[in-house]
């Protein structure tokens, strides 16, 4: 999978819910910050999808495991961004 570059971070990451939720937090469950986990993968996500015509063309791979890790945030981001 090709990697996307995390606004709020300034790094980039592989686009799978747990690296994300590995390099925002440690990965430890923290269900109160879920809206602004949700906010920085969806950010992520919407960068990685405005970037992909201006590079190189190549499809936006998304991985989700379907978890509701530290609240759902991740997923929530994954329904956002198809949506």
Known sequence: MP???VPA???TVVPMGYN???VLN???DQPARADELAQ???GAYRAAYESAPAGNRAP???GNHFNDWSGGGFARA???SMG
Do not use: D, Q
């Open 9 to 11: 971070l300034g790094r």
């Open 26 to 28: 440690g990965a430890k």
């Open 40 to 42: 920085v993968t969806l």
């Open 78 to 80: 994954v329904e956002e």
């Open 20 to 22: 994300l939720w590995f």
């Open 3 to 5: 990697t996307v570059t």
């Open 60 to 62: 936006l791979v998304v």
